[in-house]
């Protein structure tokens, strides 16, 4: 039990770490984009910086995805897990704690799917409310713009 949580806590600081440099690395090129516009979002860049914004997040997920689900191929017995696409698969429902149930891990290694659970929940939270802030400051711009 101590090792999964271990290996757990190990992927949740990588996915972390990704979250935070994708995020803030994202927020900063549109801070950068809005200087220019003297800190005014502009109408028809709006549709643009939400789009943007939500494919970040999504890749950024995806690659959170895909490395528990190397971990899940490297870690596990050989029959739990096959193929990649079935870990990714695994890892997508687990991370989304969408959780179908399909497929399920032995119980000396269920553990590790229930922190990665924790550790979508948190992300995923991460991702709403930087797509909120952004469409926050969307409208701040767009009313200050027309004042």
């Not at 696409?85 to 229930?114: C, H, N, P, Q």
């Amino acid at each position: 039990m101590l090792k999964l949580s271990l290996i757990g806590a190990l992927l949740i600081a990588a996915t972390v770490a990704i979250h935070a440099f994708g995020t803030t690395t994202w927020v900063q090129s549109l801070d950068r984009r809005a200087s220019k516009n003297k800190n005014h979002w502009l109408r028809q860049h709006s549709l643009q910086v939400l789009t943007g914004t939500g494919l970040v997040l999504v890749f950024l997920h995806a690659v959170q995805i895909t490395i528990w689900a190397y971990a899940y191929l490297w870690l596990l017995p050989a029959d739990e897990l096959e193929t990649l696409e079935k870990a990714v698969y695994f890892s997508f429902v687990t991370f989304s704690t969408l959780g179908y149930g399909d497929i399920t891990l032995s119980e000396g290694w269920r553990l590790l799917s229930g922190i990665q659970a924790l550790n979508g929940i948190l992300l995923v939270g991460w991702s709403t409310a930087i797509l909120f802030a952004v469409v926050q400051r969307i409208w701040q711009g767009t009313f200050n713009a027309a004042e």
